[in-house]
């Protein structure tokens, strides 16, 4: 089972700034196989990013995914105000078909 | 608009079954997948399984087989979702996704349009 690990468990940034979010995977993913997902309170996920760097309909450009291999990053350029959330990465491939990360809390200083 | 409209909130007792409903629409029903995931309270989120609208084809969590059956009806464009055996860890909000375009199986863009969730209560 592929286990993805994400870091920090909590990010604690102001507006403006750039936040930086990682995800470890236990072994290697497919690049076109990594997604990111926000969540906020008492809504469901939003796809974010796919294929680990293809931006998803309606995503603003402030949003970016890199990485290859076992290491992914989801960069946010300029927090703001509405940026701040669960954010999640998942992988789809190895059985299990698909595993989530565990998240990453992005909150205001 | 693309959308996934999931059926009521639930209170089942322990050892009961449920089944949790998701309707499509704006889109050509058979062309994706569906796939479940579940979120217990304060916790991130876990895939249950996956269906091909298409022909019915299903690929479950290994931790839930045996108790988990996806289903589709694609006359009323709904996926269906029976978890039985109900324990007090099932409590959980459960969502339904689009996911993966089933002629291109081997591409993947993600879980693109989400149900809004349906609550599961299991409590004696």
């Known amino acids: 089972e592929i286990v993805l690990t994400q870091s920090p468990g909590t990010l604690s940034l102001s507006p403006g700034e750039r936040a930086t979010l990682s995800c470890r995977a236990s072994q290697s993913v497919s690049s076109s196989y990594l997604a990111w997902y926000q969540q906020k309170p008492g809504q469901a996920p939003r796809l974010l990013i796919y294929?680990?760097?293809s931006r998803a309909t309606g995503i603003p450009d402030r949003f970016s995914g890199s990485g290859s291999g076992t290491d992914f990053t989801l960069t946010i350029s300029r927090l703001e105000p509405e940026d701040f959330a669960v954010y999640y990465c998942?992988?789809?491939?190895?059985?299990?078909?698909?595993?989530f990360g565990q998240g990453t809390r992005l909150e205001i200083k | 608009q693309v959308q996934l409209v999931q059926s009521g909130a639930e209170v089942q007792k322990p050892g009961a079954s449920v089944k949790v409903s998701c309707k499509a629409s704006?889109?050509?029903?058979?062309?994706?997948?569906i796939s479940w995931v579940r979120q217990a309270p304060g916790q991130g989120l876990e895939w249950m399984g996956w269906?091909?609208?298409?022909?019915?084809?299903?690929n479950y969590a290994q931790n839930l087989q045996g108790r988990v059956t996806m289903t589709t009806d694609t006359s009323t464009r709904t996926a269906y979702m029976e978890l039985r055996s109900l324990r007090s860890d099932d409590t959980a909000v459960y969502y339904c996704?689009?996911?993966?375009?089933?002629?291109?199986?081997?591409?993947?863009?993600?879980?693109?349009?989400w149900g809004q969730g349906t609550t599961v209560t299991v409590s004696s």
């Open positions: 269906i091909s609208a298409y022909n019915g084809n299903t």
């Open positions: 704006g889109y050509t029903f058979p062309n994706y997948g």
């Open positions: 294929g680990a760097s």
């Open positions: 996704a689009r996911d993966r375009f089933v002629a291109s199986p081997n591409d993947y863009y993600g879980m693109d349009v």
């Open positions: 998942q992988q789809y491939g190895s059985s299990p078909r698909i595993t």
